[in-house]
């Protein structure tokens, strides 16, 4: 199918086409078409695939309708961010070079960064950004810290993403089309596809509006003001979709829907009512994080400090799924803060602040044990409780949410607890995630998540149709909780497509939010930096060097990091090695090794290298070969050393 559908390469165009060859292929093609639809039949006839809601049809023709549509590309946007980002990464780069002395040339050899930052002592595996930043948070020598520093400066994929956007582009009208993929995920939320416009990361810094005229003006050093160049670009990344000429984005996201749900489903009826006061009011005194916070610690709403306020955004981003001190640590990241015994308290205080959640994980894990167990349906919790019912067919587990829409997990069944040897049973079913068939278990954890995303993409999946109807041809995107309509300016209301969003079944607290312009991105029209961080100023002076360093050429192949043609350049320019020993050095050019005990200098500077000449140890005389560039870097003797018997001529080792 590709060689048929792809176009020759020039090498493949040098060579005659071979007849037959093409005939074979268009064969066989054409036998997998028919498998194909035999496929597809077997599929809609199969007794275990239960036919669609009709309600979900309806959401099926919206949806397609909408990706035919598409949602318009900020173009200007996207081309100044990838040239910037592309002038920085290459600076970055040229610095990096100069740094490891040639040893790495791009930000992306990972193994090579890894390697150097553990010849210094440190046992990184990953440059992740939670490994760099606890690596930094250790306060590394100089080296070390610069060279973790530039490969966050230069790490960030804006200059993939700006290209990809663009690739999916229209070139008529830049409308991105096609890109949102109904049922995506199990749960039944749309995922996005290509382009992944799922996934652009919001202002939450509040960056101003006036960035991007600084970007397209090509104004670096209003942008370094903010940061990273290319970190400001990517918390702007938003600005990459737009509204057409003389239309508006109007764009309303639900809030905290994912703490609302539970609380609905579970009956947890204080926490409701804080969500209900907090959205009448607006005081954000009663936000439900504080209000989260006081239930924990058993103190006036009213009295909830900043750092406490902190500790209930992050107990409930952590523990709402039933999660424990693995999540805590993932989520509050204060393992040099809090022992493991305080934040055990932490996760026991949000669980006795919610026992109706915590008694609804219990009863949704028991009743899908039971389902599979006897093939009853159960309902998980009794009337008024939203309906969310557990059924088997002898094959798959299914949840069934208040919409009427199942959720199912195929191949279920019950094995030994994986965890506690006494425990109830674990369930595992057949999932297809990461694109792989394979065994997966669930626990009480993941069956709440499921419910709760589930019921929230039925909130918006409900929402797109009242939109579709109400203001025809309007919606052109949607992201998990947040609905996009396109519109002639001041054609739509806000308010009216904010009330729309908060529609909601009996008992549902929903709040949200709504702003519209010309972009899909929410940000103040002016504003300030914050005052800079300790560690943020380090970034500053990193970001100093490279805006005065001379860039490399903008070429793919600096981008790939070639290495023979730049050292070649830089050979003429570089210090000579003996400029940068502080050490005493004797008339000969010799210095006492500052790495082990040399009561004799036996370690001679060169101008581009150093050599070891000897290092006698008693009994057993070794001496070290070295292999690297120079003491410059501090640390140990280059990249690798062995020890090696000394000849019986005495030579000393060469480095």
């Not at 960030?156 to 830049?174: G, I, N, Q």
């Not at 949704?364 to 006897?374: G, V």
């Not at 199942?406 to 990461?434: Q, R, S, T, W």
């Amino acid at each position: 199918m590709l060689r048929l559908s792809r176009p020759p390469t020039a090498k493949k165009r040098k060579k005659p086409e071979d007849p037959a060859a093409r005939a074979r292929d268009l064969e066989l093609l054409l036998e997998r078409c028919k498998t194909d639809v035999m496929m597809t039949r077997a599929c809609f006839n199969h007794p275990r695939l239960r036919p669609m809601l009709p309600e979900e049809r309806c959401v099926l023709l919206a949806d397609a309708a909408i990706n035919a549509r598409g949602v318009c590309a900020n173009v200007a946007f996207l081309e100044a961010g990838r040239d910037l980002a592309v002038k920085e990464r290459n600076a970055v780069n040229t610095r990096l070079n100069e740094l490891t002395a040639g040893v790495v040339t791009s930000v992306f050899q990972r193994d090579r960064i890894v390697e150097l930052v553990n010849s210094r002592g440190h046992r990184i595996t990953s440059l992740t950004k939670r490994s760099v930043a606890a690596t930094l948070a250790h306060k590394p020598e100089d080296y070390v810290r610069e060279l973790l520093t530039l490969r966050q400066e230069g790490a960030y994929t804006s200059v993939h993403k700006s290209k990809k956007l663009l690739s999916f582009a229209d070139p008529s009208d830049h409308r991105i089309r096609g890109v949102l993929r109904y049922h995506g995920a199990g749960t039944g939320r749309w995922t996005s596809l290509g382009a992944q416009i799922h996934n652009l990361p919001r202002n939450d810094a509040e960056l101003p509006a006036a960035l991007i005229d600084a970007l397209l003006a090509g104004d670096r050093t209003e942008l370094a003001r903010f940061g990273n160049p290319v970190k400001v670009i990517s918390q702007l990344s938003r600005a990459a979709l737009c509204a057409a000429s003389g239309h508006e984005l109007i764009c309303a996201d639900l809030s905290a829907i994912e703490s609302r749900i539970p609380a609905w489903i579970a009956g947890e009826e204080w926490k409701l009512a804080a969500f209900s006061k907090y959205d009448t009011s607006g005081d954000e005194h009663l936000h439900p994080y504080c209000q989260i916070a006081a239930q924990m610690l058993r103190k006036d709403v009213l009295a909830i400090t900043k750092p406490e306020r902190q500790m209930g955004k992050s107990a409930e981003l952590a523990c709402g799924f039933g999660g424990a001190l693995g999540a805590w640590r993932r989520i509050a990241n204060d393992e040099d803060i809090r022992s493991n015994a305080e934040a055990q308290a932490i996760v026991r205080n949000w669980r006795n602040a919610h026992p109706k959640i915590v008694e609804f994980w219990q009863r949704l894990m028991r009743a899908a044990r039971i389902s599979i167990r006897t093939g009853q349906s159960i309902r998980v919790m009794p009337a008024p409780h939203p309906s969310i019912v557990t059924g088997f067919d002898g094959y798959a587990l299914t949840i069934t949410l208040p919409s009427g829409r199942a959720i199912p997990y195929p191949g279920a069944h019950l094995v030994p607890n994986k965890k506690f040897e006494n425990g109830d049973p674990d369930i595992e079913f057949m999932d297809n995630a990461k694109g792989q068939w394979k065994p997966a278990r669930a626990w009480f954890g993941t069956l709440v998540e499921n419910c709760v995303q589930g019921i929230a993409r039925d909130l918006l999946a409900a929402a797109i149709i009242r939109a579709e109807a109400r203001w025809p041809e309007s919606v052109v995107f949607h992201c998990h909780d947040e609905l996009v309509l396109e519109a002639p300016i001041g054609a739509i209301p806000e308010k009216d497509v904010l009330a729309l969003l908060l529609e909601a079944p009996a008992g549902l607290p929903l709040g949200g939010k709504v702003h519209s312009g010309p972009l899909y991105l929410e940000a103040p029209a002016t504003g300030e930096p914050p005052p800079p961080k300790d560690e943020e100023i380090v970034e500053r002076a990193v970001d100093a060097f490279v805006a005065n360093a001379e860039p490399l050429p903008n070429t793919k192949e600096v981008e790939q990091g070639a290495e023979e043609d730049f050292l070649a350049n830089l050979s003429d320019a570089r210090a000579p090695l003996i400029d940068f020993v502080t050490l005493p050095m004797d008339s000969g050019g010799q210095v006492s090794c500052p790495f082990h005990e040399d009561w004799e200098p036996s370690c001679r500077i060169y101008a581009d290298h150093f050599q070891l000449l000897w290092m006698r140890r008693p009994r057993r005389p070794y001496r070290l070969a070295h292999e690297g560039r120079g003491h410059d870097q501090g640390g140990g003797h280059g990249r690798a050393t062995q020890l090696e018997r000394p000849s019986d001529d005495g030579a000393g080792a060469q480095g």
